[in-house]
């Protein structure tokens, strides 16, 4: 586990550093789209220590890998509950990355794009130096994993009420315009696709 958190944090010096050309934490998260550069680049970072750390911390919980995934042997090898969470979580961004970037340009608003995924990343950058904290409380000191399971779940619920609001009234305007097209963003590529991830971990 220590290494992959040492892996993240190798990530985000090599992005601060190299990709966004020595730029310091403010400068990052308050830095405004038509002033940026090397938005993609920083996203896929994000993600990938998003995807790490969140796949580090729901591991402990995952009750079993299921038959159909033990059964699978890639190189050689069996995944465990971290590899099966890192797969699900992995597939799971995946899909709905597409699915966020075929809705925007079935409804004509495809340059609205960019701009989300400059704005989701700044939102997934502070979060996963919460998960990082997350990790590192879980594993190195004592705590009651049963019990912190609950209050895993009221925060994970607490960001997800945050971030749709912070999606709906950010300044970049980042949602399409339309009530509608915002109400069918949240339900189908936010609620669902987390209902549907939960589901093939826990049950």
């Excluded at 912070?166 to 315009?177: D, G």
Aim: charged share 10%; with cysteine.
């Amino acid at each position: 586990m220590i290494f992959i958190l040492l892996g993240c944090i190798f990530l985000y010096l090599f992005m601060m550093n190299v990709v966004e050309r020595e730029a310091n934490l403010k400068d990052f998260l308050l830095q405004k789209y038509y002033d940026s550069s090397n938005n993609l680049p920083s996203w896929v970072i994000t993600s990938c220590v998003i995807i790490l750390t969140l796949s580090v911390l729901i591991s402990q919980y995952v009750p079993t890998v299921p038959k159909f995934v033990a059964d699978l042997r890639i190189l050689g090898y069996q995944l465990n509950k971290f590899g099966f969470c890192l797969m699900a979580v992995i597939l799971f961004y995946l899909v709905r990355t597409s699915l966020g970037f075929l809705f925007f340009q079935s409804i004509g608003d495809g340059k609205k794009w960019t701009v989300f995924y400059f704005t989701a990343a700044k939102f997934y950058f502070v979060l996963s130096f919460l998960l990082i904290i997350l990790c590192v409380m879980h594993y190195y000191f004592p705590v009651d994993r049963n019990e912190m399971f609950l209050y895993y779940l009221f925060f994970f619920s607490f960001v997800f009420i945050f971030k749709v609001f912070f999606y709906l009234f950010h300044k970049n305007k980042i949602l399409p315009a339309k009530w509608y097209y915002k109400f069918l963003y949240i339900c189908t590529l936010q609620i669902a696709p987390l209902l549907l991830l939960w589901k093939l971990l826990f049950f």
